[in-house]
């Protein structure tokens, strides 16, 4: 796990591993929702809103080396 978002108006947790795999979990359960591949290591989320829409980024550092 290399970073992780909590959503507390929307019940959801966000995730980052070190093979660049984001996953949505539903909080209150703990069940996955979604998730797809940024196909890099070493990412970063952040959340913000947007219109007063959830919004999250990922973004990815580009280092030598794996890891998060």
Do not use: M
């Not at 209150?28 to 196909?39: K, P, R, Y």
């Not at 290591?41 to 890891?67: E, M, Q, W």
């Amino acid at each position: 796990l290399c970073d992780i978002v909590v959503d507390l108006q929307n019940n959801a947790v966000i995730t980052v591993d070190s093979t660049g795999t984001v996953k949505a979990w539903e909080g209150s359960t703990g069940q996955e929702v979604a998730s797809f591949s940024t196909g890099l290591p070493n990412n970063t989320l952040y959340a913000c809103s947007i219109n007063d829409k959830p919004v999250i980024a990922v973004s990815s550092h580009l280092t030598r080396g794996f890891g998060c």
